[in-house]
């Protein structure tokens, strides 16, 4: 990918901060505000923990994370050759006032959707892609 800035992490939850690092670095140097820094590595972390966990299940693996500045944003790219999944596919949870009550999972995806401005998902060449749209906000 020309034009993009790019980092390649083994899929371990133990490498968390370096996908976090990664983003706060690609957002800061793009001037992006704090708050919208934080909104995004949420939502990176997020992407990455499910892919460690369940894309692999418990296998090696790298997670490609990828990059750039667009006319009212940044996009980011999400790569995996793990299991395929979509998550863009998932239902909205069941938000309900008793957490005892309500069902485990889903969470993560809905704060990601809350966060981001678009995400869309390919799956190309064996590999899933996750692609993040992050607008500038005022």
Known sequence: ????????IEAKKEKIPLA?????????SSRFD???ILEV???VEEAFT???????????????ICSR??????????EDDGLP?????????????????????GLGVHL????????RYEFKDGKNNLILMIKRRK
Do not use: C
Not at 2 to 8: K, L, P, Q, T, V
């Open 1 to 8: 990918m020309s034009d993009w800035n790019e980092i390649s």
């Open 20 to 28: 976090v690092e990664f983003i706060e670095d690609v957002m800061t």
């Open 34 to 36: 704090r708050r919208r």
């Open 41 to 43: 590595q949420l939502a």
């Open 50 to 64: 499910n892919t460690a966990l369940h894309g692999y299940r418990g296998n090696k693996g790298t997670i490609r």
């Open 69 to 78: 500045d667009i006319d009212d944003g940044m996009e980011v790219v999400i």
């Open 85 to 105: 999944f979509d998550p863009t596919r998932l239902k909205a949870p069941v938000l309900i006032d008793d957490v005892e009550m309500r069902p485990i999972g």
């Open 112 to 119: 990601m959707r809350t966060f981001l401005d678009g995400m």
